[in-house]
């Protein structure tokens, strides 16, 4: 049934002329005839495709390699610019004038990724440069990604100007190195083709019914990553979308009290922070991955009652990734062991991320703290015996006693993994 | 389009060195040369041959395929897998793969091994990256210096 014999039929050696011949046959005639090279006799378009992963600098000296290749890097599509790189600074805004002059300007730019923090900020000019730049050639830009501390106006006009963007990556300090106020999020920013977006330190300005809906214009948004943001003026932070798979909220610091997260295909949910904000809507329900990284800066009851409501919202979580922190922000659950979880019934894996070095001494001491009135609320006898236990070295444990087991309650054949990360960044 | 493909069962590939691969059609849904002769028979078995493709390079495509295909696994798991895939390779697969890739018109396993290839030659002298593709310079010494000096704004 299987066996296949060319010379059988005529349609099946069409198709095999047809298979020949393959998507590149239009540009057969371009490709160089004595095809020795290993990467040179690769159609152009593969190169400059292998080219667009580089750091523009780099990506420029490869143009003394061969007479093929010294003009190629004048049509990549993206522009990688690292002011880091460039030593004196100087060098960097040569380099930038060189670049934006020299590229061929009838080549789409498809991507820019501009990494300009550097001490004392850029250059005014220059960064009016690379905007003007991208304003004239924002058409086909897709991909955005902005690191900068400069004129926020300017960068968020130019931003707005690219409406065929798709993923938009955005960190800005404006006013100096020492302006450590977030950046108000624009809410006349219309890009309809988003698909991703995150954001550092901006701040979410809430309307009439104290609520903010930020991300409502983004109608085709999968992903979503909010690091350090926070809302004003508003209770309620409503995140609502249809199409939203991925939701990652970092140092999250939205102070809000309510998260309404209407978004029914929602798969992961990555989150670093003090949790306080209560979920509702559709919730987590519908995630299937999660990772929590909890952690609690203030003695109250709120983030651990917040951070248990959050796993009884997970229905259907089939990977729960937590740190040990997140274990011990939750064991402050007042008789948290008698809790009968009706969620995470369908776990297939949990991994205990221990950090070392252990904690903050500050969260330590919160830890100890609330231990210790804990204890006391049983008897004056308990707590003094706990006192004297700190004081003789005892450490709160990283995975406190039954916590494995009261997480599993309902998936006890799932994989436990335990291991150690070295530093506090996610994942 | 979906009730058409459902009644093929199974896709056959032939490889250049003749080897034989039994796929199913979610499988090379991802390659679009391949996927465009599907849609335009009306079988319920398809033999398709791949004569620019080795059959070791069409194992390790098919590998990658079903593992990305899956929805059994989780990111993580495929991150992982694309870490020890690449790992396993030498420079001269991930160029033949990158060909391979790009005549069976699969986008995101070309955008894969290209990011690879370039993560190797990120951050490498010039001589470095010509060594490793073996790109014969047509330059003559005095031609190159004087590109270098002309360009000498990329190469501080």
């Given amino acids: 049934m299987y066996g296949y014999d060319m010379a059988d039929s005529n349609e099946e050696s069409m198709i095999l002329e047809k298979m020949k011949r393959g998507r590149h046959s239009e540009n057969e005639n371009e490709e160089n005839e004595e095809g020795e090279d290993r990467l040179s006799d690769l159609p152009d378009c593969i190169i400059l495709h292998i080219l667009s992963f580089l ?10 390699l061969s007479t093929k290749w010294k003009h190629l890097w004048k049509r990549i ?11 004196p600074r100087k060098h960097f805004s040569l380099f930038v004038s060189k670049i934006l002059t020299l590229r061929d300007s009838s080549t789409a730019l498809h991507a820019l990724d501009l990494d300009l923090y550097c001490h004392g900020g850029i250059e005014p000019q220059l960064l009016k440069k690379i905007l003007n730049y991208v304003c004239s050639h924002n058409n086909h830009l897709q991909e955005l990604g902005i690191r900068v501390s400069g004129d926020s106006n300017l960068i968020m006009n130019c931003v707005s100007s690219c409406r065929a963007l798709t993923s938009l990556k955005l960190s800005i300090r404006s006013g100096g190195s020492f302006n450590f106020e977030n950046l108000l999020f624009p809410k006349s920013l219309n890009l309809p083709a988003l698909t991703n977006l995150d954001l550092t330190r901006f ?65 992961t949910f990555t989150y670093s922070g003090m949790p306080t904000e209560k979920i509702c809507g559709s919730g987590l329900s519908s995630v299937k991955q999660v990772y929590i990284d909890a952690r609690i800066y203030t003695t109250c009851e709120k983030p651990p009652m917040t951070l248990l409501s959050w796993l009884l919202d997970l229905a259907n979580v089939k990977s729960l990734t937590v740190t040990s922190t997140t274990l011990q922000t939750l064991s402050l659950v007042p008789d948290l062991l008698e809790v009968k979880l009706l969620s995470l019934c369908n776990l297939k894996s949990m991994e205990i991320k221990l950090k070392l070095p252990e904690v903050q001494p500050g969260f330590l001491y919160i830890l100890k703290e609330a231990m210790l009135e804990k204890a006391a609320a049983k008897s004056r006898k308990e707590a003094a015996k706990l006192r004297r236990e700190f004081k003789a070295g005892l450490q709160p444990h990283p995975v406190p006693d039954g916590m494995v087991d009261f997480l599993l309650q309902n998936s006890p054949s799932a994989k436990v993994d335990i291991t150690t990360v070295y530093n506090m960044s996610v994942c | 389009m979906a009730a058409e493909k459902s009644s093929i ?39 398709i041959p791949l004569p620019n493709v080795f059959g070791n390079d069409l194992a390790m495509i098919i590998e990658y395929c079903k593992k990305h295909a899956s929805e059994e696994e989780t990111k993580e798991a495929k991150e992982e897998f694309d870490f020890e895939f690449v790992k396993r390779m030498k420079s001269d697969d991930k160029l033949r793969l990158l060909q391979a890739a790009s005549y069976l018109n699969m986008e995101s396993f070309l955008q894969f091994m290209a990011k690879a290839i370039a993560a190797e030659i990120e951050n490498q002298s010039v001589e470095f990256v010509r060594d490793y593709f073996q790109i014969e310079s047509d330059f003559t010494p005095e031609e190159e210096a004087e590109l270098r000096k002309e360009n000498e704004w990329a190469f501080k």
Avoid: W
């Avoid at chain 1, 750091?55 to 003394?64: G, P």
């Avoid at chain 1, 599509?77 to 030593?87: A, E, G, H, V, Y």
């Avoid at chain 2, 979610?26 to 040369?33: A, C, D, G, P, S």
């Fill in chain 1, 55 to 64: 750091n523009t600098k780099h990506a420029v000296r490869t143009c003394v």
């Fill in chain 1, 77 to 87: 599509p993206t522009l990688k610019l690292q002011s880091l790189i460039f030593s």
């Fill in chain 1, 203 to 267: 701040t979410f300005c809430g309307g009439e019914n104290s609520l903010v809906e930020p991300f409502s214009a983004f109608i085709k948004l999968r992903s979503l990553v909010i690091s350090g943001c926070n809302v004003r003026d508003a209770q309620t932070l409503r995140i609502s979308s249809e199409t939203l798979v991925n939701l990652t909220m970092l140092d999250d610091s939205t102070g809000v009290d309510k998260m309404e997260l209407c978004a029914p295909s929602l798969c």
């Fill in chain 2, 9 to 47: 069962k199974i896709i056959t590939l032939i490889a250049a060195d003749g080897s034989v691969f039994e796929v199913e059609p979610n499988i090379v849904k991802e390659m679009k040369t391949v996927q465009s002769y599907i849609d335009e028979l009306d079988q319920n078995t398809v033999s």
